[in-house]
């Protein structure tokens, strides 16, 4: 009934914003010579800040199309390496002989498309051969293309690094440091060719029971049950995932939202400021932001479920209980891929230590295999987008790439 509630007010709502829009679009033919009037500038900056305000299901591309490489700028192909119902393989191919380390990028499921991670691409791509996880909206994959949960996550970690093949290195961003360190662990346990050289996890809950964060305490604090009660929906009958059960993005986004809700009331007022005072810099600025922001794709429940349970609040990893398809993942199995933890000093979803905790875990890596580094002055986003992740961590991670390759 949630979802549908949700789809009936975007519906009711959409055509208001067109209006909006239109009439944004109206007001701006009398602002000839910068001569509109002050009362209706305001009036055209509302209605733009209301019809941009939507959130869309619709993943936003990557949109780089060159890559600088030294003195040379070489073209950018996005290219599909495999394809499965939840998600493609996507590799950024460059029109260059230059032989580079491969590299997969493992991007969170959690709410936001892979081009969240754009940041991250923008930076590693010139010295590296880039692949990323570009998940799929669970809204999107009909019911009888099966399940997808914590088991298949790993399943195609597993399978993209196959494909990708041996010698390449995995980074995993946020949430999906768990399903990579255990798919880490089981390719090491089966001596597989293809098992990462090195392995950089960012912002990962490795073990949330260290410096507990409102999140953790939240997923704490209620019985799995309450969860899939209330947090889980069908997928509406007009798209192609008809009755999937999901985890809604527009939930998830809701819950991102609340935790800084005065910093985005903030921005929104600012945008209209700007939209109002004609500073379009910092307009297009906020609405690249707030389009990638509310760009949001569904989960499947079942992934959303067990992560909430095995990872949050069993804590099934550090205690040595987590299983893959019934077989226990062991950490410890893992020793020549090189660690590499990053986490940030003022990040509130993720706190300082959660992802250290698997340098622990790996114990069978030597010492001088495995390293942590803390960004001073970043929170969570800091860790792998902006200025200190491009300056400051970037380096970290390409060292240890470099060294293990």
């Known amino acids: 009934m949630m979802y549908q509630l949700y789809?009936?007010?975007?519906?009711?709502?959409?055509?208001?914003?067109?209006?909006?829009?239109?009439?944004?679009?109206?007001?701006?033919?009398?602002?000839?010579?910068?001569?509109?009037?002050?009362?209706?500038?305001?009036?055209?900056?509302?209605?733009?800040?209301?019809?941009?305000?939507?959130?869309?299901?619709?993943?936003?591309?990557?949109?780089?199309?060159?890559?600088?490489?030294?003195?040379?700028?070489?073209?950018?192909?996005?290219?599909?390496?495999?394809?499965?119902?939840?998600?493609?393989?996507?590799?950024?191919?460059?029109?260059?002989?230059?032989?580079?380390?491969?590299?997969?990028?493992?991007?969170?499921?959690?709410?936001?498309?892979?081009?969240?991670?754009?940041?991250?691409?923008?930076?590693?791509?010139?010295?590296?051969?880039?692949?990323?996880?570009?998940?799929?909206?669970?809204?999107?994959?009909?019911?009888?293309?099966?399940?997808?949960?914590?088991?298949?996550?790993?399943?195609?970690?597993?399978?993209?690094?196959?494909?990708?093949?041996?010698?390449?290195?995995?980074?995993?961003?946020?949430?999906?440091?768990?399903?990579a360190l255990a798919a880490a662990a089981v390719m090491a346990e089966n001596s597989d060719p293809a098992q990462p050289r090195s392995m950089t996890l960012m912002a990962g809950p490795i073990d949330t029971r260290v410096n507990p964060t409102r999140v953790n305490e939240l997923a704490q604090s209620r019985p799995i049950e309450w969860f899939e009660r209330h947090l889980i929906s069908a997928v509406p009958w007009r798209y192609p995932g008809a009755f999937r059960h999901v985890y809604p993005g527009f939930v998830q986004l809701s819950a991102f939202m609340s935790m800084n809700l005065d910093r985005h009331i903030s921005a929104h007022f600012t945008q209209l400021r700007s939209l109002v005072g004609g500073d379009e810099a910092s307009a297009e600025a906020h609405r690249r932001f707030y389009d990638e922001y509310g760009a949001v794709m569904d989960l499947p429940a079942e992934f959303y479920l067990e992560t909430v349970q095995r990872v949050f609040q069993e804590h099934d990893l550090p205690r040595g209980e987590l299983t893959w398809h019934g077989q226990t993942v062991r950490p410890a199995a893992i020793r020549r891929t090189g660690l590499l933890t990053v986490e940030g000093e003022r990040d509130d979803i993720c706190a300082i230590g959660q992802t250290m905790a698997a340098l622990d875990l790996c114990n069978r890596i030597p010492v001088n295999l495995k390293q942590n580094h803390v960004q001073t002055g970043v929170g969570h986003y800091g860790v792998f987008s902006g200025r200190r992740w491009a300056r400051e961590v970037y380096p970290r991670v390409r060292e240890m790439i470099q060294v293990m390759n």
């Not at 800040?49 to 619709?58: I, N, S, V, Y």
């Not at 493992?106 to 990323?132: C, K, N, Q, W």
Request: net charge negative.
């Open 7 to 179: 789809q009936a007010q975007a519906d009711l709502l959409h055509p208001m914003r067109q209006f909006a829009r239109l009439g944004a679009r109206m007001a701006g033919l009398f602002d000839v010579g910068a001569c509109m009037p002050p009362l209706m500038r305001q009036w055209a900056a509302g209605m733009t800040l209301f019809a941009e305000a939507g959130l869309t299901h619709r993943r936003p591309p990557f949109a780089i199309t060159s890559v600088t490489l030294g003195n040379e700028t070489a073209a950018v192909t996005e290219e599909a390496a495999d394809d499965t119902p939840f998600g493609t393989l996507l590799h950024f191919r460059k029109d260059t002989a230059a032989v580079q380390p491969r590299v997969l990028i493992v991007a969170p499921m959690s709410g936001h498309f892979a081009t969240l991670l754009r940041g991250t691409v923008e930076v590693m791509l010139p010295e590296h051969d880039l692949y990323i996880t570009d998940w799929k909206n669970a809204r999107d994959v009909p019911l009888s293309d099966g399940r997808f949960g914590l088991d298949e996550f790993i399943d195609h970690l597993i399978r993209w690094l196959g494909v990708i093949g041996p010698g390449s290195h995995i980074v995993a961003v946020c949430q999906p440091a768990v399903p």
